[in-house]
């Protein structure tokens, strides 16, 4: 069964700073989709950005980046320039791709990183 | 506006009492399924569906029942509710088709569920 662990409880950054979320996950599937998710006190989930396994470049979306390493099954999200608003539990998700494989359809969570941002 | 709507946002029940949370998407999507998120557990899938009449248990099924009979409604039934099935629920949605484009989960906006 795939499993994704997020290490760091909680994390925080000054506003304007850089950090980095961490996220391991664990396969035997070739092929797969990874998911960083904001969710904000209003329990909303939010995509933030995906990543295609066979994809070698990191996705971006605006100031949200990845750093896929796939040999070591690691998918750590970086903000950059944090504002106030990125304030969130963030979770890392696992997707399969292979259809009739165990985890096609699922998403598969990991426990989640409690993001404050001080001003 | 294209949406997932789950009701209720909030409930609060008695041990063995049943309940039913509905979910509704009107976005045409085969696939919907039914997540739990508890502390330090992140989100764990009860039941999904990949299409009207076929469902199947995801990883904490027990307890719980659903039903698919159209396409846009997939209710989430707990036939004799306990006080380890308080938690936060929530419903999602993705088309069939697949490619990174598609790749996307649309969540409803949850429902707090105490038993007490």
């Known amino acids: 069964a795939q499993t994704v662990t997020q290490s760091q409880p909680e994390m925080s950054v000054q506003e304007a700073e850089t950090v980095t979320l961490s996220c391991t996950y664990d396969?035997?599937?070739?092929?797969?989709?990874l998911f960083w998710y904001k969710q904000p006190p209003s329990r909303q989930m939010i995509l933030v950005i995906r990543?295609?396994?066979?994809?070698?470049q990191n996705a971006t979306e605006n100031r949200f980046s990845v750093n896929f390493q796939k040999a070591a099954k690691s998918f750590s999200l970086k903000i950059s320039d944090s504002q106030l608003g990125d304030a969130a539990m963030y979770f890392c998700?696992?997707?399969?791709?292979?259809?009739?494989?165990?985890?096609?359809?699922?998403?598969?969570f990991g426990q989640g990183t409690i993001l404050t941002v001080h001003p | 506006e294209a949406q997932v709507t789950q009701n209720p946002r909030y409930l609060i029940t008695v041990t063995g009492k049943k309940l039913t949370v509905t979910c509704s998407q009107n976005m045409n999507h085969e696939y919907m399924s039914w997540y739990r998120q508890d502390p330090g557990l992140g989100l764990r899938q009860i039941y999904y569906s990949m299409n009207v009449e076929v469902t199947d248990k995801g990883d904490v099924p027990e307890g719980y029942k659903v039903s698919r009979k159209e396409k846009r409604n997939f209710p989430l039934i707990l036939e004799s509710p306990s006080p380890n099935q308080t938690s936060l629920y929530f419903c999602a949605s993705r088309p069939k088709l697949r490619g990174l484009t598609n790749e996307k989960l649309f969540f409803g906006s949850g429902t707090q569920l105490s038993v007490l």
């Open positions: 998700a696992y997707k399969g791709n292979n259809a009739g494989g165990t985890s096609y359809g699922k998403l598969t």
């Open positions: 990543q295609e396994a066979y994809k070698q």
């Open positions: 396969t035997s599937e070739s092929d797969y989709y």
